[in-house]
T-cell receptor
Framework: SQQGEEDPQALSIQEGENATMNCSYK?????LQWYRQNSGRGLVHLIL?????REKHSGRLRVTLDTSKKSSSLLITASRAADTASYFC????????????FGTGTRLKVLA | DAGITQSPRHKVTETGTPVTLRCHQT?????MYWYRQDPGHGLRLIHY???????DKGEVSDGYSVSRSKTEDFLLTLESATSSQTSVYFC???????????FGQGTRLTVV
């Protein structure tokens, strides 16, 4: 089964509004990452947050991590039409294997 | 953009035929991954490699094999393609599991 599950599955907002999406995971992690995928393209890395960090910022992106709840959130502020994409969280695990496990993604649509 | 190339980009094949997809990198990264992406399932890990000749199974490895005879190439083989293997396949690379992964543009495989 997949490690990460994003919520909501789909989100539609107006340009200028903030978008928040959440990720829950099952096992202990070393880090959690967020990726964006534009339609028909490969995934692009957005931000990585380590298990000992609680919040991280990158431009209009803000990521939080709550290891006690095994959850993370991605906030995109002042959204733009160009932010329309699918967003995925990915986790490793502390078991020593070298793999990233992805969630099912949130489809974000920003209306101009 | 990270130097990662998938080939072919599109392929249509018949049920029962063998198919090999190639992932080539110019970044000298140690780790390479094959994922498949299907609607409703997000990205699922098929196989990954943590060095030359070092590979391991992911979540959905049945019906797939991989080989990595040199750092730059990671091959995914469908020994006898089935319609359930119709999907978009993505290769990814990373220096380690504590940093971001870089994705190729994907291969759209249709098994008829």
């Amino acid at each position: 089964s997949q490690q990460g599950e994003e919520d909501p599955q789909a989100l539609s907002i107006q340009e200028g509004e903030n978008a928040t999406m959440n990720c829950s995971y099952k096992t202990s992690i070393n880090n959690l990452q967020w990726y964006r995928q534009n339609s028909g393209r490969g995934l692009v890395h957005l931000i990585l947050i380590r298990s000992n960090e609680r919040e991280k910022h990158s431009g209009r992106l803000r990521v939080t991590l709550d290891t006690s709840k095994k959850s993370s959130s991605l906030l995109i502020t002042a959204s733009r039409a160009a932010d329309t994409a699918s967003y995925f969280c990915a986790t490793d695990n502390t078991s020593g294997t070298y793999k990233y496990i992805f969630g099912t993604g949130t489809r974000l649509k920003v209306l101009a | 953009d990270a130097g990662i190339t998938q080939s072919p980009r599109h392929k249509v094949t018949e049920t029962g035929t063998p198919v090999t997809l190639r992932c080539h990198q110019t970044e000298n990264h140690r780790y390479m991954y094959w994922y498949r992406q299907d609607p409703g399932h997000g990205l699922r890990l098929i196989h990954y490699s943590y060095g030359v000749k070092d590979t391991d199974k992911g979540e959905v490895s049945d019906g797939y094999s991989v080989s990595r005879s040199k750092t730059e190439d990671f091959l995914l083989t469908l020994e006898s393609a089935t319609s359930s293997q119709t999907s978009v396949y993505f290769c990814a690379i990373s220096e380690s599991r504590t940093v971001e992964a870089f994705f190729g543009q994907g291969t759209r495989l249709t098994v008829v």
